[in-house]
């Protein structure tokens, strides 16, 4: 046995643990005292770039993977890694190049799939988007992954989709998963069912309240269903052919009010132009409110 | 010594689970200054239940030798508490050489409101610690008498409120503010022995070692009956299941409901505590009816648990303060650990002036005060996240004494 | 692929800038997009229907017609004027409907947006030279 090695498994075994509970200062502290033995272990370096990205040092992460794949250029760990780094540097265009390539390299892997199904949507090729996501999932029908980039094609609305399978799939699988949990209370929200898309939220906050995307979400769902704004109702429930509905009102109204006794008419265009300053203040007023700390 | 170096090592290769050899392999290791190898294998036999005492023996020694003092102190408080624990006399030693000056009564007090009574203030160690020793909490530990403590000391009252001893309670609160010393005050208050597990006890990377380890716990309580079972970090040993990625850990928190659910076995007169800093990742089978159904929220100290740690962590120091209230008045959300953290600054900025004046002068209210502007509590970031839990996550029943808390001090 | 205009920002330039305008602004997005191509022959269809509509209702009896049919007081160019607005809206409401989907992606990844005022200011005082071009084309010259 070569012990240096062993120690390093073992390390690394721990070190997996620890991250999955969210222990990363002792993992890294575990990872350094590994490190100080053996600097150049591939996966002692791997699991060092992941801490660094855990904890948003995406250029260290960065760093650290190119010298791993310098050693091993066909890591697929790490050239899974270096994806999710250059994704969240915003460097999309290396993101690309570097799933390609492991696609080309593992080309019946659903996962795989599913992040290039991601990257598409998030550069907003949604055809693409969907036909990767379809073949992930033709290759594992319930592969989590697929499942949830393809219900995220849904949810923006690829012509060519299904209807709506993947969501209620996810939800089958895996229900209390922050993913399935995100992309209900996003469907909800599309549907206009903001007070259930709240009660959904709320619930992603309890399992993470220090995460700063599901407060913002639940924050922006309290302020839509607020009883305050119930006036502004359908803009918030049908959004711009809301607006459009009450903007037309309005000049109907206007126009029938032209031919309305002037103290009516008068009252009714003060009503109008108070509803149209309320529109414009009170939300963004209400929203400083509500997020006082 | 290579040749007995290699053997062992393919004693090891074969067979991973050989503890003598593993034990030996380790002294070898120390004996030829490879501390961190050796520290690393005595780490090994320390997570396992039988080897516990002699693996954080050894592991002591190895951080002794490293010039980490306190880790290798801490490590040999746990392995007193194992069975087969055998002193070390090196460590012996160097763990009555740490005990602190304040052991020693330097100073007097007058018990608040009693009859001009003085008692002298001492530090108490960890394994004697009792309610009275900890500051402050009146309300807290009015609660956890009456729902923990007297159904332990009066077992046939409550039995006739079929009320039964023991079940689960789990501490939850911002680090560093005495989660740990208040299980232990449990045990001792309800003079019960008490087994303390922390991740390093259970979590073990071979394959269902972790629910060996794990149940290997519980048979220990029980067979010390009435007994605290104690479980530090619980996040960590009772990670939620929809967070987990592997396997392994759903395996780890199934074996737990388990052993809490106690099928098969007399969990009677067991009291399992628990403490966590995040409460939000104890997977929810955990909290529910017969495991720790009862959540108790430990806050920050309060004013009065302030200013009688100042006056305790100053005792025998020089300074000339007269009047705590006022100073524990504006360190509020402080922890003991920030306690600890400010007295240390304001003895820096003493020392500091002192040699540069060339004249020795005590520890001043200014001292103080200066190193509480330069300080930030560290509970206020945990104070932080839960508030937005209670504000903005609806209402959760279990999380209703924060928010009184929350409103109290006007962070909510 | 670069950042989208906001639904908003369109909205506006539709609002304040009229049909031709809004025809330019939401071309930049479908440039954007690189879907230009590909709705270029809806852009091209919404230039002749705006051409179509400010023929009828300024150089044709319509205008006067409709501003009588509202009992208003104003002339065909009010007409036309709101007409044109009105048009405006319907074409954003078109385009929007047909860009929903991307727009839609770029809100669920929070993707920033770029400043809207120089392309929308440059559109709209391009919209509004166009207009007026186009109207003294299809307006009939006043005899000699």
């Not at chain 1, 399978?165 to 949990?181: K, V, Y």
């Not at chain 2, 939850?172 to 006890?201: H, Q, W």
Request: proline share 6%.
């Amino acid at each position: 046995m070569s012990e240096p090695m062993q120690s390093a498994v073992e390390t690394v075994a721990q070190v997996d643990g620890l991250i999955e509970r969210r222990r990363l200062a002792q993992a890294r502290t575990l990872l350094e005292r590994s490190l100080a033995q053996q600097p150049e272990h591939v996966e002692l370096l791997l699991r060092g770039a992941l801490l660094d990205h855990l904890e948003d040092d995406e250029e260290a992460a960065r760093r650290t993977l190119q010298s791993v794949l310098a050693k091993e250029p066909d890591h697929a760990g790490a050239r899974r890694l270096l994806f999710s780094v250059l994704l969240e540097l915003g460097r999309l265009e290396e993101a690309e190049q570097v799933i390609l390539g492991l696609l080309r390299d593992h080309p019946e892997s659903p996962p795989l799939f599913a992040s290039y199904a991601l990257l598409m949507l998030r550069t907003l090729h949604l055809d693409k988007a969907q036909r990767l996501a379809r073949e992930g999932l033709r290759l594992d029908p319930e592969d989590a992954e697929c499942l949830f980039a393809q219900a995220l094609c849904e949810l923006v609305g690829s012509p060519s989709s299904n209807a709506s399978a993947a969501l209620p799939e996810l939800l089958r699988q895996s229900p209390e998963h922050a993913h399935t949990l995100w992309l209900l209370s996003a469907s909800l929200r599309q549907q206009g069912r903001l007070r259930a898309a709240l009660r959904v939220a709320q619930e992603l906050l309890r399992s993470a309240p220090d995460s700063p995307p599901y407060l913002a979400l639940v924050r922006e769902l309290r302020l839509a269903t607020h009883w305050s704004l119930l006036p502004l109702y359908p803009m918030l429930r049908w959004g711009w052919a809301g607006s459009a509905l009450v903007w037309g009102g309005a000049v109907l109204m206007l126009a029938v009010a032209r031919r309305l006794p002037p103290v009516v008419a008068g009252t009714l265009v003060v009503l109008w132009l108070a509803y149209v300053i309320y529109s414009w203040t009170w939300p963004s007023l209400l929203r400083r409110w509500l997020a006082r700390d | 010594m290579d040749e007995r170096r290699t053997e062992l090592e393919r004693v090891l290769l074969s067979d991973p689970f050989d503890a003598a050899s593993r034990c030996a392999y380790a002294e070898l290791l120390f004996g030829a200054g490879e501390l961190e190898a050796a520290l690393a294998q005595f780490e090994l036999l320390a997570a396992r239940s039988e080897t516990a005492a002699s693996g954080l023996v050894g592991a002591a020694r190895c951080l002794h030798a490293l010039g980490r003092t306190k880790e290798a102190l801490a490590r040999y408080a746990r392995a007193r508490t194992e069975p087969g624990f055998a002193a070390d006399l090196d460590l012996e030693r160097l763990a009555a050489d740490a005990q602190p000056a304040s052991a020693q009564p330097a100073g007097l007090r007058v018990i608040a409101g009693g009859g001009g009574q003085v008692v002298p203030l001492q530090a108490v160690s960890a394994e004697r610690v009792r309610f009275s020793s900890i500051v402050g909490m009146a309300e807290l530990k009015k609660t956890i008498r009456l729902q923990i403590i007297e159904p332990f000391l009066n077992p046939g009252l409550f039995a006739r409120f079929k009320k039964r001893a023991g079940g689960g309670i789990l501490l939850y609160g911002p680090p560093g503010c005495g989660k740990t010393m208040l299980a232990r005050a449990i045990a001792n208050e309800c003079n019960t022995s008490f087994v303390a597990v922390g991740i390093s006890d259970v979590l073990n990377l071979w394959l269902g070692e972790s629910e060996r380890n794990l149940a290997g716990m519980f048979e220990k309580a029980r067979s010390q009956k009435p007994c605290v079972l104690f479980f530090d970090e619980l996040d960590a040993l009772a990670f939620s299941r929809s967070k987990a990625s592997s396997s392994t850990t759903r395996t780890l928190v199934n074996e737990f409901l388990s052993q809490l659910d106690g099928l098969g076995r007399d969990n009677d007169a067991v009291l399992v505590l628990a403490a966590t800093n995040m409460p939000w990742d104890v997977d929810p089978a955990m909290k529910r009816p017969g495991r720790f159904s009862r959540q108790i929220f430990v806050p920050p100290p309060d004013a009065e648990a302030r200013a009688e740690m100042l006056a305790l962590k100053l005792t025998g120091v020089p300074h000339e303060i007269e009047n705590f209230a006022s100073l524990s008045a504006v360190l509020e959300h402080y922890s003991g650990a920030d306690i600890d953290g400010l007295i240390e600054l304001a003895k820096e900025r003493a020392l500091a002036d002192s040699l540069e004046s060339g004249r020795e002068r005590p520890l001043s209210n200014e001292d103080l005060s200066s190193a509480a502007s330069a300080m930030t509590p560290s509970t206020l970031d945990w104070l932080r996240t839960i508030r937005n839990l209670v504000k903005y996550g609806g209402s959760d029943p279990s999380y209703r004494d924060v928010e009184s808390y929350l409103k109290r001090v006007k962070l909510l | 692929m670069q950042p989208l205009y906001s639904p908003r920002a369109n909205f506006f330039v539709a609002f304040f800038g009229g049909p031709l305008a809004l025809i330019l602004f939401s071309a930049l997005n479908a440039r954007r997009l690189r879907r230009l191509p590909k709705d270029l022959l809806f852009y091209v269809g919404a230039f002749a229907i705006v051409t179509l509509a400010l023929y009828a209702l300024a150089a044709t009896s319509l205008g006067t017609s409709i501003a009588v049919a509202l009992g208003s007081e104003g002339s065909a160019s009010q007409v036309t004027r709101i007409g044109s607005r009105v048009l405006a809206l319907l074409l954003w409401g078109f385009f929007h409907l047909r860009h929903r989907r991307f727009q839609r992606s770029a809100e669920l990844w929070d993707a920033p947006r770029p400043n809207p005022w120089p392309a929308g200011l440059a559109c709209t005082a391009l919209g509004t030279a166009l207009t007026v071009g186009l109207l003294a084309l299809i307006l009939p010259r006043p005899a000699a």
